[in-house]
């Protein structure tokens, strides 16, 4: 059974930085963070596609401001995120994908874990 399990949100102020964590039970193709801001749609944030060469995608709002990284020998995808900004304020969900293109695509993700809330304020 495929689980995910996101810990590391919080309140900071903008300027701010936190890591967030997925632990999971089973690596796939596509392993990556979305997020859905109040009132709005779920939307890609960072991608790594694990098999066939470690790479990443990250949305155009990232800016080079996040980044995805994995252990897994823990088993373990990361979010680092620094310089927040109250845009940033969303429900943080871990995916997993076998999709051979799912990169930051939603709908293409069929394994999610329960989200951990990230809230900048100004």
């Known amino acids: 059974q495929v689980q995910l399990v996101e810990s590391g949100g919080g309140s900071v102020q903008a300027g701010g930085a936190l890591r967030l964590s997925c632990a999971y039970t089973t690596s796939m193709m596509f392993m990556g963070w979305f997020r859905q801001p109040p009132g709005k749609e779920r939307e890609g944030v960072a991608v790594l596609r694990v098999i066939g060469g470690s790479s990443t995608a990250y949305a155009d709002f990232v800016e080079g401001r996040f980044t995805v990284s994995q252990d897994n020998a823990k088993k373990t995808l990361y979010l680092q995120m620094n310089s927040l900004k109250p845009e940033d304020t969303a429900m943080y969900y871990c995916?997993?994908?076998?999709?051979?293109?799912?990169?930051?695509?939603?709908?293409?993700?069929?394994?999610w874990g329960q989200g951990t809330q990230v809230t900048v304020s100004s």
């Open positions: 995916a997993s994908s076998n999709h051979p293109s799912a990169w930051l695509l939603v709908d293409r993700y069929l394994y």
